[in-house]
Nanobody, 122 residues
Framework: VQLVESGGGLVQAGGSLRLSCVASGITFDKCAIAWFRQAPGKEREFVTAISWSTGSTLYADSVKGRFTISRDNAKNTVYLQMNSLKPEDTAVYYC????????????????WGQGTQVTVSS
């Protein structure tokens, strides 16, 4: 299984970014893909997740109404559209995959990408 994130960068507060996670080697119809983030000195934090088979989604309260997760079955890609970004969104964003249902705990995800840096300036 391989997960490759892209799309991070530097943006001003209030701006937008779209992250991508290209997945391969996994049985998509029975998996969940999630985005987590980790700021310096902090634990990895759940952001959002999507069930590949149903398209159901789950969001952390801190990003509800600002972030949107989606998937493109044909491209084996999950997207994270981030709008109204705040300086506290600054972190390395990781894509994770697991066989089974969406869960908001990083410890149950079996596969991870290398991460992409998102920096929001004030």
């Amino acid at each position: 299984v391989q997960l490759v994130e892209s799309g991070g960068g530097l943006v001003q507060a209030g701006g937008s970014l779209r992250l991508s996670c290209v997945a391969s080697g996994i049985t998509f119809d029975k998996c969940a893909i999630a985005w987590f983030r980790q700021a310096p000195g902090k634990e990895r934090e759940f952001v959002t997740a999507i069930s590949w088979s149903t398209g159901s989604t789950l969001y952390a309260d801190s990003v509800k109404g600002r972030f949107t997760i989606s998937r493109d079955n044909a491209k084996n890609t999950v997207y994270l559209q981030m709008n109204s970004l705040k300086p506290e969104d600054t972190a390395v964003y990781y894509c994770g995959a697991r066989r089974g249902a969406m869960v908001g705990r990083s410890t149950v995800y079996d596969y991870w990408g290398q991460g992409t840096q998102v920096t929001v300036s004030s």
